[in-house]
């Protein structure tokens, strides 16, 4: 096991609230990373982190924000939840800026907006 | 943005057959990943290739980095139920870190 988990694994929220999604690492990664999953579409980045409260944009980054105030803890925010957020979220975390071995990545996180 | 264009995006083959997929761009390169991801999971690194023309092998698994440095293939030789699962190729560029995914391939096996 790689030492990254998710939290929570599932979750259904109504559209407007706002939702935090967590990943946590054991590994003390430097580099962390938000991906959202939908058919057809592959994995698109959201939000990525190169280091304590270093964080930066990725492709689909409107209605998003993050936080990292610890190596091990990097937080997802739907600002206001919609319904095309639904979606599954995957964390990564990489141990090298050029990710030379890959991404780690958790086992996701479920959400449905209704 | 930079894309990465995978195919095919099912397969749905018979026990023992032999598999292959492939991912085309039209940027370069410098990493060719190829992840597989069960149901329920997160996808899970099978090969990587650093350079261009690499041929690397993982049991039955066969990748390539394409001499270009604008495509790759993944090779399955000998399938099982257990290749079940979504394939997925994903590109490295420059010094970022950021990975570059391709749509998937998802395959079945039937026994």
């Known amino acids: 096991d790689a030492g990254i988990t998710q939290s929570p694994r599932h979750k259904v929220t109504e559209t407007g609230t706002p939702v935090t999604l967590r990943c946590h690492q054991t590994?003390?990664?430097?580099?962390m990373y938000w991906y959202r999953q939908d058919p057809g579409h592959g994995l698109r980045l959201i939000h990525y982190s190169y280091g304590v409260k270093d964080t930066d944009k990725g492709e689909v980054s409107d209605g998003y924000s993050v936080s990292r105030s610890k190596t091990e803890d990097f937080l997802l925010t739907l600002e206001s939840a919609t319904s095309s957020q639904t979606s599954v979220y995957f964390c990564?975390?990489?141990?090298?800026?050029?990710?030379?071995?890959?991404?780690?990545f958790g086992s996701g996180t479920r959400l449905t907006v209704v | 943005g930079q894309q990465l264009n995978q195919s095919p995006q099912s397969m749905f083959i018979q026990e023992g057959e032999d598999v292959s997929m492939n991912c085309t761009s039209s940027?370069?390169?410098?990493?060719w990943l190829w992840y597989k991801q069960e149901p329920g999971e997160g996808p899970v690194l099978l090969i990587a290739l650093y350079k261009a023309g690499e041929l690397t092998s993982n049991g039955r698994l066969t990748a390539q980095f394409g001499i270009t440095r604008k495509d790759s293939f993944l090779n399955i030789s000998a399938s099982i139920p257990s290749d079940v699962g979504i394939y997925f190729c994903a590109g490295l560029t420059g010094n970022t870190g950021k990975l570059i995914f391709g749509q998937g391939t998802t395959l079945q096996v039937k026994p």
């Open positions: 940027s370069i390169f410098n990493t």
């Open positions: 590994e003390n990664h430097r580099y």
């Open positions: 990564a975390i990489s141990g090298s800026p050029q990710a030379t071995y890959g991404y780690t």
